[in-house]
């Protein structure tokens, strides 16, 4: 039976010497069945962030989303403005829609700019910035993690997390330690 009650945990973590060792040991994971982990280390590891990495998180579509938007806002307060507001006929311009050409520019630059905005404030909700504190800043030797530590976390959110067995599945990967993170 697994034990559900979690709460006062935010996962388990494990060491491990080797920037290897800590790629095998999410790739077991992963294939365990693990969904809701991570990893921290030095330096970015690909391999690691392909095991970990949650999937899509709907930002790509978000930003095309709002890239199309502002592309039609830029376009649509052109069109009001010189078409059907204040219609000038300057050096024998037409006052329709067969002027969209000079309209590109600022259509583009508008699709541009909220797509750049939708990106970095998504980044900045999504990631849960700012975040001056974490649980796994509570493990012991965790500072190492800048320097010369390979750790993973399952966290409890993950549906096939169970205190004792999570651990014992991380101490079958051969780590150097195994220790709880508290909230």
């Known amino acids: 039976m697994r034990n559900r009650l979690s709460g006062d945990v935010y996962g388990v973590m494990a060491e491990f010497q080797t920037p ?56 649509s307060l052109q069109f009001i403005g010189n078409i059907l507001n204040w219609p000038m006929n300057i050096g024998g311009r037409p006052i329709n ?6 309209m590109v520019p600022i259509t583009f630059e508008m699709g541009i700019l909220f797509a750049a905005f939708t990106a970095a404030i998504s980044m900045v909700i999504l990631n849960g910035l700012p975040m001056p504190y974490h649980p796994v800043f509570n493990v012991p030797g965790f500072e ?23 651990s014992q599945f991380l101490r079958t990967l051969s780590p150097t330690q195994v220790s709880e993170v508290a909230h």
């Open 20 to 75: 290897d060792a800590l790629i095998a040991a999410a790739h077991k994971a992963r294939l365990a069945g693990y969904s809701k982990m991570d990893a921290y280390s030095p330096f970015p590891i690909e391999e690691v962030i392909e095991e970990v990495a949650p999937g899509n998180t709907g930002v790509p579509i978000l930003v095309l989303i709002m890239g199309l938007t502002g592309a039609a806002t830029g376009f």
């Open 97 to 102: 829609i067969s002027n969209w050409p000079a």
């Open 144 to 166: 190492r993690a800048s320097q010369d530590g390979f750790f993973l976390c399952i966290e409890s959110t993950d549906p096939l997390f169970d205190r004792a067995q999570t």
